[in-house]
């Protein structure tokens, strides 16, 4: 996959370069969770129920591109790293659509993983794959081990009390008094933010980047996570269930941007992300053609009115 | 406190020195979850609430004194990873108290986490708490990174699906056909066994004793987290709301070792486990009175028919 890179990028079709990754982390993760005979519970059907199939993938690619923008530098480590954060992404998908929490009954156009496999397996499932990325990443024998525990702290960073958790606890608790667009904005940061954050972050640990272009990194991946979950926002107000995969206007209850800005100050906010998104990817001093393009494809045609 | 160990063993005081331990692991699982201001919401609250208070810290001071027994090498790693498993046990029962589990309301004579916090951030707090056990191991900085990892990986697969989730998944819903003793004992290794090997490994990882000895410690936990958890059924069996602090008679439907077996061989079981444990200690060539007298501590008054 690397030959790519040392192409000049015009002549990449990105679209096939992001399909050719899609498959490689698939395959990935169907490795990380191959079972024994024995093992064959209804909790590891409900793990691999709830990891594989039609995920976009977007979060481990953005891991990938950012070592493969560094001139391919520890790029198995981010091929694994990158699957465990989509492993931390899916036990995140099972817990939000419990009944106790937002009660949705479809995920990526099937059933959602307590509506096939009762709730107690469902939040055993989400722990065993929130406990898998660990390991994940802990296994990874071929990068030093230092590097695998600076990408561990910045993961759990990512999910506990100041991320993902946090969002969750935030978005069923407190949100639907929430009036001002700044609130909501820093709910999707905990919610969506910090976990693109986390992956653009350990793609650039991963390639022992310098801690100024790490930082760069950072504040690129903050931006494009946080106009992720706007353009989501966008789609639950305008989707249709076909195309979304999941419940949509689930969240008519709650305050979005959408709902507090409307739709066209959204999408230009969306779009204003991008712009701060692309300039800190220029001040990283990466080879970031490819990532510009990525993210442009997976917001465009959300953010178009 | 490793002043004791240049002593005589037959000088110290046990009661005293595990006391002064569980000070110590209390004070460090304070610090553990100490939250700032802007961080204080119902889930930081639910996660110190199932974490501090009056557990007995088996599993860290089992870790500790591990390390002890070498000579206190690798202590201060010892201590932090012993609190890490401490918060992945208060994890698993904050889940196996649910409504969908066990539906058990009371824990350590307090009303479950769920109970006094929701279903929702219950969950959530499980989550949070797990995710810190392991973003705890990971930022303990006056350890190498390869005993970090080492101890992540002992975790984590102590956590998954060859463990901790995998035993509740099922007890849950095959338990209740076993017929066969055995099939209980494997189970009582799933649920309880496997975090006490895991903490007893990771002392003695934290210790760099060699691959030997730290196989020997891993078989003397194993039998000491298995007579540790068939001492547990015969509390659920014989107790009383009082003395156990939790629901006593909720395994009544479901067969264990003391309901297959009779009391009478569930003790002379555990007592057995406990004979195995001392002969693996010996094996280890570890000063292990202290641990000796530890486990003959926590389990002798249980086991007395």
């Known amino acids: 996959m690397n030959l790519h890179l040392s192409e000049t990028h015009e002549d990449i079709d990105l679209d096939q370069h992001v399909a050719l990754l899609r498959d490689e982390v698939n395959a990935r993760l169907d ?30 690619i953005l891991c990938i591109l950012v070592s493969e923008a560094a001139g391919g530098r520890g790029r198995a480590f981010a091929l694994d790293a990158g699957c465990a954060i989509e492993l931390v992404h899916a036990a995140s998908l099972i817990l939000d659509d419990l009944p106790c929490m937002d009660a949705a009954t479809t995920r990526r156009g ?32 071929s990068t030093d081990d230092a590097i695998r525990t600076a990408a561990i702290r910045v993961l759990a960073t990512a999910v506990g ?4 958790v ?60 946080v106009a992720f979950q706007t353009a989501d926002d966008l789609i639950d107000q305008e989707g249709e269930l076909q195309s979304a995969g999941k419940d949509v206007r689930q969240d008519d209850y709650k305050p979005t941007l959408v709902s507090l800005m409307g739709k066209d100050a959204a999408r230009y906010s969306c779009r204003q992300r991008l712009e701060e998104a692309r300039a800190a990817l220029a001040e990283s001093n990466l080879d970031g053609a490819l990532l510009k393009s990525f993210v442009d494809s997976i917001l465009a045609h959300r953010t178009q009115g």
């Open 110 to 141: 099937r059933p959602a993983t307590y509506k096939k496999f009762g709730d107690a397996t469902a939040i055993l499932a989400s722990i065993g794959l929130l406990n898998r990325a660990y390991e994940v990443i802990a296994e990874h024998s």
């Open 161 to 164: 009390t100041d991320g993902l």
């Open 166 to 225: 946090a969002g969750q606890e935030i978005d069923l608790n407190e949100r639907s008094a929430f009036t001002d667009a700044s609130r909501v904005e820093g709910l999707n940061w905990l919610k969506t933010g910090v976990l693109f954050s986390a992956a653009a972050e350990i793609g650039a640990i991963a390639a022992e980047l310098e801690p100024d272009a790490i930082r760069a990194v950072k504040r690129f991946s903050r931006h494009v996570g």
């Open 31 to 60: 490795l990380i969770l191959q079972f024994l005979p024995a093992q064959q519970t209804g909790l590891c059907s409900a793990m691999r129920y709830s990891l594989l199939g039609s995920g976009k993938r977007v979060r481990p």
